[in-house]
């Protein structure tokens, strides 16, 4: 009898590889026919968590360049796309391209502003898709308004960064917001854009949570079924708050065994239907203090698929074995 391969015994249906989740590029494939490249841009924002509208100092693991370190600040969005491309082209093929506006609060101006930079981008070549970065406490409903407009033009992603659905963990990091203020643009979105997809960002290892709050947060989350969920290790980032910690011996990154341990069941427990955008982050190596194995990234994410097969498991296999009205994953196929 002919022994079967990994991606022939894998159970699992949103998939065609080894992966036992259900990951963000199965999902562009199956939406835009191949490969995609997302593009990181800077559209000169500012963040209400920096500028003293909702704190100062900003979250206490962020960089001076607000998550876009991969960006070409000052540039106009026409040439940092120009150039990004030009850079992602060595490696990939980018007839598809996603812009994504990355660095800091990307709904945090003016309207004018916001419409203005948005149909700029929307006049980009190539652009399947668009991403859009930004907080729960920046999603007035004259901003969902002009989300909803925009959807209707384009694929249109807003990325929440939630991070933890502890406030006390909020208030421990200087989110600047509670878990209420994410609900309550969760659900603005939800009911005023429709045609807007929502991606959640949760970290784990944040100071001060353990395996069973880590995973709280993402099965409340999963309980809303937004459209995608970013996983982020933390990060210690040189010239931050959580440096100071890490150096005063106040802070410890989560081990990679631990890490992935945890992040398996995290998305065991989340619907299938759900992608899983990221499992680990990309920190600039110059920037990076520890855990340094993430710069091994594909190790890690090895690492991640190897415990899924150890385990036998899946995304959502915990959540059909204890809920009986969900026993059979296959009737939720599209």
Same mark, same amino acid.
Request: one cysteine or more; a neutral charge.
């Given at each position: 009898?002919?022994?079967?391969?990994?991606?022939?015994?894998?159970?699992?249906?949103? @998939?065609?590889?080894?992966?036992?989740?259900?990951?963000?590029?199965?999902?562009?494939?199956?939406?835009?026919?191949?490969?995609?490249?997302?593009? %990181?841009?800077?559209?000169?924002?500012?963040?209400?968590?920096?500028?003293?509208?909702?704190?100062?100092?900003?979250?206490?693991?962020?960089?001076?360049?607000?998550?876009? $370190?991969?960006?070409?600040?000052?540039?106009?969005?026409?040439?940092?796309?120009?150039?990004?491309?030009?850079? #992602?082209?060595?490696?990939?093929?980018?007839?598809?391209?996603? %812009?994504?506006?990355?660095?800091?609060?990307?709904?945090?101006?003016?309207?004018?502003?916001?419409?203005?930079?948005?149909?700029? /981008?929307?006049?980009?070549?190539?652009?399947?898709?668009?991403?859009?970065?930004?907080?729960?406490?920046?999603? %007035?409903?004259?901003?969902?308004?002009?989300?909803?407009?925009?959807?209707?033009?384009?694929?249109?992603? /807003?990325?929440?960064?939630?991070?933890?659905?502890?406030?006390?963990?909020?208030?421990?990091?200087?989110?600047?917001? @509670?878990?209420?203020?994410?609900?309550?643009?969760?659900?603005?979105?939800?009911?005023?854009?429709?045609?807007?997809?929502?991606?959640?960002?949760?970290? $784990?290892?944040?100071?001060?949570?353990?395996?069973?709050?880590?995973?709280?947060?993402?099965?409340?989350?999963?309980?809303?079924?937004?459209?995608?969920?970013?996983?982020?290790?933390? $990060?210690?980032?040189?010239?931050?708050?959580?440096?100071?910690?890490?150096?005063?011996?106040?802070?410890?990154?989560?081990?990679?065994?631990?890490?992935?341990?945890?992040?398996?069941?995290?998305?065991?427990?989340?619907?299938?239907?759900?992608?899983?955008?990221?499992?680990?982050?990309?920190?600039?190596?110059?920037?990076?203090?520890?855990?340094?194995?993430?710069?091994?990234?594909?190790?890690? #994410?090895?690492?991640? $698929?190897?415990?899924?097969?150890?385990?036998? @498991?899946?995304?959502?296999?915990?959540?059909?074995?204890?809920?009986?009205?969900?026993?059979?994953?296959?009737?939720?196929?599209?």
């Amino acid at each position: 009898m002919k022994k079967l391969t990994e991606p022939e015994r894998n159970p699992f249906p949103y @998939t065609d590889s080894n992966k036992r989740y259900h990951t963000y590029n199965y999902y562009l494939r199956r939406r835009y026919g191949g490969k995609c490249v997302k593009i %990181p841009l800077d559209g000169g924002f500012s963040c209400p968590n920096i500028d003293g509208w909702a704190g100062v100092g900003g979250c206490i693991y962020c960089s001076a360049r607000g998550s876009g $370190d991969f960006t070409f600040p000052g540039l106009p969005v026409a040439e940092q796309f120009r150039l990004q491309r030009e850079r #992602m082209g060595k490696k990939w093929e980018t007839a598809r391209c996603i %812009p994504y506006l990355q660095s800091n609060t990307n709904t945090y101006a003016p309207i004018e502003r916001l419409r203005s930079l948005y149909r700029e /981008v929307l006049s980009l070549p190539d652009c399947v898709a668009f991403h859009i970065a930004t907080r729960a406490d920046c999603l %007035p409903e004259e901003v969902v308004a002009l989300l909803a407009e925009i959807s209707e033009k384009i694929d249109l992603t /807003v990325e929440l960064g939630l991070q933890s659905v502890s406030d006390a963990t909020a208030k421990r990091i200087n989110r600047g917001h @509670t878990y209420a203020d994410f609900l309550s643009a969760f659900g603005r979105l939800r009911a005023s854009a429709p045609r807007v997809r929502i991606a959640v960002h949760l970290i $784990d290892g944040l100071p001060g949570e353990d395996r069973a709050a880590m995973i709280h947060s993402a099965v409340t989350v999963g309980k809303l079924m937004p459209d995608e969920i970013k996983f982020h290790l933390l $990060d210690v980032l040189r010239r931050t708050e959580l440096h100071r910690l890490y150096e005063a011996g106040e802070y410890l990154p989560l081990e990679k065994e631990v890490y992935t341990e945890i992040l398996v069941s995290q998305i065991e427990r989340l619907d299938p239907r759900i992608v899983i955008s990221r499992v680990t982050g990309d920190a600039p190596p110059a920037e990076l203090v520890a855990p340094q194995y993430t710069l091994k990234k594909f190790t890690l #994410m090895n690492a991640i $698929d190897k415990e899924f097969v150890r385990r036998d @498991t899946y995304q959502g296999k915990f959540l059909f074995e204890t809920n009986k009205n969900m026993s059979d994953i296959s009737t939720l196929i599209d």
